[in-house]
Every structure is written in C-alpha cells, then in structure tokens.
C-alpha cells in the first residue's frame, strides 16, 4: 500500500517554574509557569495511505509501556484532527520512545503535538496555526506547547495561554528519573491538603490576561532571555509535597544541586523526574553519586524547535 509520511521529533520539556495558583470551581487549577523544550524527544512517523489505500487507523509504539491506543494521546490527536478536517480517511502511527512516560517531561504531550503537526504538513487543505493550537487545547493543557514551534513559552492559566519566546541559551540537562511515577491527578490533590492544612490564605480565582497581570517575577518577558534573570525563579510547587511522600525526590535534587557548575535542579511539572540545568553544555556524568532505584538521562536545553520531515 502506497502512502504518504512525515517524521517528527516530538521533544520534551521541563518546568523551569511552576507555581499553581487558586482552583476554579470546575476542579481545574490556574497556574503560571516556563516551559522550556529539551533535545531528548521520541522519534513519531505519521503515515496516510493514498487514495482507496484503506481507512485502518493503527498505532505502534515501542520503547516503553503507553496503554491501550484509546487512551494513547497521539492516537487521540489523530482520530481529533480526522473529526474536525473530514480528512483523513485512515493513518497510521509509529513512535519510538525515549522519553520516560509519566515523569513530568511531557512525552505523550509531545507525541500529540508531533501528530497534529505532521498531519498538518501532510494535509492538502491544512488549518491555520491557530486553528491547530485550539484543536491541541482539547487534549491536554500541555499539548498546545507541545504544538508550537517555539522552544521557550511562558504559560498561564491552566497552562494552554501561552506567550512564545526566543530560545534561552543551550544548557546540559541531567535527568534524574526514578523508577515511580507520580500522578498529576495526586499530585494537585496532596497540594490542596496541605494548602488546607496549613491554614494561611488559600489563592483565589482572577483573571489573567496576559504577562503583565501575572502573580510572578516574570510579568516582563524580557527578563526571561538569559538563564542569570531566569535561575533565581527556578520553583516548583509540587516539589514539597511530592517530596514528603517520595523522600528520593529531595535527596536527588540536593545532590544535583550540590554539583560543579550547577545553575539551578528541582522537579519537572508533577513529578517524578528531578533534572538540573548546567552551566556548561558538557557536564561529567561521574560527578554524580549513583542515583537512588532510578537513571539518570543527559541531554540539552533545545535552541529550536525540530520541523516537520516528509519522507514520502
């Protein structure tokens, strides 16, 4: 069967901060937070059988365990993208993968994106950006990012109002991933308990409408352009309460943090990878003590964002 392809390199990302504000009544959390995509990506073949070539719609993933194709999130962009163009008819999936699933680095985000941008590439009549970016929007908070060919953004809200931004300076970046994983669902929930535990005032709904109204330091996107204005807000607000429950989680990022060299570690999105970011791009992987039931990955902050390759 003849047919039609595009290859993406569907990166990762970390949080380079992340603060969760109040929660709305309908149980989704406002936040604000950096995203900053990483060279570690899967590696994601879309295929589109020519005309009268078939209507099949498969997905083959190898490399880790992602679940059933209906809960697959690039699956789903594919069957999403088909509903709203009428096109196409039938595809087929491959994505090879690397990054480690349910660590906070947004790896089924990514290979949504890489789907939604490759089916875009592919398609005779494609939608507009933006259009593609609202699609992107009903899959997850993490999958427009993961959509836009920027390799920085600031976000807000439930992360899908995003401010694209030049690249940061390349960085080496050590991933420490343990062997769990954490929950984003838990996650958000030990956060509410402890917020109510501790009794102070709880944050309130309020509307954001952009940079300027944002609760943080980074209300001027400029000041987001070198890594000396953007370490000293390198938080997480997950880190604590992931941390009381899974004790690997502090003692990994002291340990990085305690590096030659290291400019700033803490957790990515819910957890559970803990990465640092270097102030070299080639930092020695020895000067790490073996990490706790868990690997550690090295890789770079990514300067772009990796286009779309046919390869029909």
């Not at 690397?98 to 398609?123: E, F």
Request: charged share 20%; glycine share 10%.
């Amino acid at each position: 069967m003849s047919s039609r392809a595009a290859t993406v390199a569907a990166q990762a990302k970390v949080n380079l901060f992340l603060h969760v504000l109040a929660r709305e009544e309908s149980g989704y959390h406002q936040i604000e937070t950096l995203f900053c995509r990483l060279a570690l990506a899967d590696d994601v073949v879309v295929r589109i059988p020519d005309t009268g070539g078939g209507s099949g719609r498969t997905i083959d993933c190898t490399g880790d365990d992602v679940g059933p194709p209906e809960d697959n999130l690039a699956y789903r962009a594919a069957v999403l993208y088909a509903d709203q163009r009428g096109w196409p008819s039938g595809f087929g999936i491959e994505v090879t993968k690397r990054i480690p699933v349910g660590g906070g680095l947004g790896g089924g985000s990514a290979d949504a994106g890489a789907v939604l941008r490759a089916l875009r590439v592919l398609d005779p009549d494609p939608p507009s950006a933006a259009t593609l970016l609202l699609w992107a929007a009903r899959l997850g908070a993490d999958v427009p990012v993961m959509t836009m060919e920027s390799p920085l953004a600031l976000g807000w809200g439930r992360g899908e109002q995003l401010l694209p931004l030049p690249a940061l300076p390349s960085r080496a970046v050590m991933l420490y991933v343990p062997e769990f994983r954490v929950a984003t669902r838990e996650a958000y929930q030990w956060l509410d308990e402890a917020r109510s535990a501790g009794g102070g005032d709880r944050p309130t709904p309020r509307r954001v409408d952009g940079p300027g109204s944002l609760s943080t330091r980074a209300r001027d996107p400029a000041t987001l352009g070198d890594w000396g204005h953007v370490a000293p807000l390198m938080t997480n607000d997950f880190e604590a309460v992931v941390g009381q429950r899974h004790p690997e989680i502090p003692i990994m990022t002291a340990r990085l943090r305690a590096l030659p060299g290291a400019a700033a570690a803490l957790m990515s999105g819910s957890g559970s990878t803990v990465y640092c970011v270097m102030s070299a791009l080639r930092p020695r992987r020895d000067l790490i003590e073996p990490p706790i039931a868990g690997t550690v990955v090295m890789t770079t902050t990514a300067d772009h964002v990796v286009g779309v390759r046919r390869i029909d």
